[in-house]
């Protein structure tokens, strides 16, 4: 072999290691969530997905936390804003997947399975009415696990 075609040879398991994390991002459609994302949640909790202090929570790194927890993972399709809005199951599915995989990865559990439109049609009526109280109990859940990093209030 000549010295080019060793390299070459030595360099494509690498390719396809780098390839591997982009077969999992396949679990969403970033154009189509984005644009989503824009029309129906953004207006509220700002184009970075910091919200607005002491009014709309911010969407960054805490929903990879309160996904850790079964009831997390349902509370995040419940509140209102998700569960009401217009986007139909698998939209607002690959919204949440989306906003996991971008704002979440740090805090995202590495077992994370992606919402499917099957389980966001199973559980995201009735819209939570209780939203300060559920989220109350979550956040003093994953206080109890070592997790401090979602804020009380926001
Ligand atoms: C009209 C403003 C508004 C829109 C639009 C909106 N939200 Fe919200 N969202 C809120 C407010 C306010 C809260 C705080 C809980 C409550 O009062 O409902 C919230 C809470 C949340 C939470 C819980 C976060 C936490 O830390 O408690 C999630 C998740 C969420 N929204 C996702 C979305 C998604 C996804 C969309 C778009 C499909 C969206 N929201 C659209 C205002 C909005």
Not at 76 to 97: C, F, I, K, T, Y
């Amino acid at each position: 072999m000549k010295p080019r075609a060793v390299l070459v040879a030595a360099a494509l398991p690498a390719l396809f290691m780098a390839a591997a994390p982009q077969a999992q991002a396949q679990e969403y459609d970033a154009p189509r969530a984005r644009q989503d994302w824009v029309l129906n949640c953004m207006g509220c909790h700002t184009a970075d997905g910091s919200g607005i202090p002491g009014k709309v929570p911010a969407l960054r790194n805490s929903l990879g936390h309160f996904v850790s927890l079964p009831q997390g993972r349902q509370f995040v399709m419940r509140v209102p804003g998700a569960a009401n809005s217009a986007l139909n199951d698998a939209e607002l599915a690959n919204v949440l997947n989306w906003l996991l995989a971008t704002m979440n990865e740090q805090s995202r559990p590495a077992s994370f399975k992606p919402y499917t439109a099957e389980e966001i049609a199973a559980h995201r009526r009735p819209a939570l009415t209780d939203v300060a109280r559920t989220r109350m109990k979550l956040v003093k859940e994953l206080q109890e696990n070592g997790v401090d990093a979602v804020p009380e209030h926001y």
